[in-house]
Nanobody, 125 residues
Framework: VQLVESGGALVQPGGSLRLSCTAS????????MSWFRQAPGKEREFVAA????????YYGESVKGRFTVSTSNAKNPVSLRMNSLKPEDTGVYYC???????????????????WGHGTQVIVSS
């Protein structure tokens, strides 16, 4: 399985970005997909996820109402639309895939089997 993120950039506060994750080597229907992020000196935190078990979407508290996660096909299994960006959204954003992740575990890093190498997002004026 290979996951590759793209779309990270330098953006001003209040701006928008769309991150994409391309994938290969796995069965799309079996995997829940998520985004995590890691700011310098901080732990990797949950951002958003799409559950494969019930197709629902889930968000971290700090991004609710501003970010939208969506899924499309096996080659592009997940994307993240980020609006009203804030400086605290700065970090490296990672795409992750987990096989049959139960809903209660979607926000846990340990639930995911495969990770991309990340794409850098910097929100600054």
């Amino acid at each position: 399985v290979q996951l590759v993120e793209s779309g990270g950039a330098l953006v001003q506060p209040g701006g928008s970005l769309r991150l994409s994750c391309t994938a290969s080597g796995f069965t799309f229907d079996d995997y829940s997909m998520s985004w995590f992020r890691q700011a310098p000196g901080k732990e990797r935190e949950f951002v958003a996820a799409v559950s494969r078990t019930d197709t629902s979407t889930y968000y971290g508290e700090s991004v609710k109402g501003r970010f939208t996660v969506s899924t499309s096909n096996a080659k592009n299994p997940v994307s993240l639309r980020m609006n009203s960006l804030k400086p605290e959204d700065t970090g490296v954003y990672y795409c992750a895939a987990g096989n049959r992740v139960i809903t209660s575990a979607l926000m846990s890093r340990g639930a995911y089997d495969w990770w991309g190498h990340g794409t850098q997002v910097i929100v600054s004026s």
